[in-house]
């Protein structure tokens, strides 16, 4: 059983840095290939990054790409994602999700989710 507790999470002007944690409970953090998905009002949950348990593999979602970076500290078991360049339509819930695969981009490949974190982005 893994637990992912998220933070950072906030309002923020348009064009504005935020970056959001994950914290996992388990001593094989390594073994699983973390994501970030986002959920916005009426919208499907959706990836936003990926990375894989050694970190050595990486997915952006396009709507993101170049604007934000997904990292992890194996030794810390935290996930982290770095958004910059912030957009109005990048409010929505941000949820952290941990998959037994190497690495995982569908939804339906992750095991376990953290409760999420509001971003608010104020035009």
């Known amino acids: 059983q893994v637990q992912l507790v998220e933070s950072g999470g906030g309002l923020v002007q348009a064009g504005g840095s935020l970056r959001l944690s994950c914290a996992a409970s388990?001593?094989?953090?390594?073994?699983?290939?973390m994501g970030w998905f986002r959920q916005g009002p009426g919208k499907e949950r959706e990836i936003v990054a990926a990375?894989?348990?050694?970190?050595?593999?990486?997915y952006y979602a396009g709507s993101v790409k170049g604007r934000t970076t997904i990292s992890r500290d194996n030794a810390k078991s935290t996930v982290y994602l770095q958004m910059n360049s912030l957009k109005p339509e990048d409010t929505a819930v941000y949820l952290c999700?941990?998959?037994?695969?190497?690495?995982?981009?569908?939804?339906?490949?992750?095991?376990?989710w953290g409760q999420g974190t509001q971003v608010t982005i104020s035009s």
């Open positions: 999700a941990a998959s037994r695969m190497s690495m995982a981009m569908r939804r339906s490949n992750y095991d376990y």
């Open positions: 388990g001593r094989t953090f390594g073994s699983y290939a």
């Open positions: 990375i894989s348990g050694s970190g050595d593999i990486i």
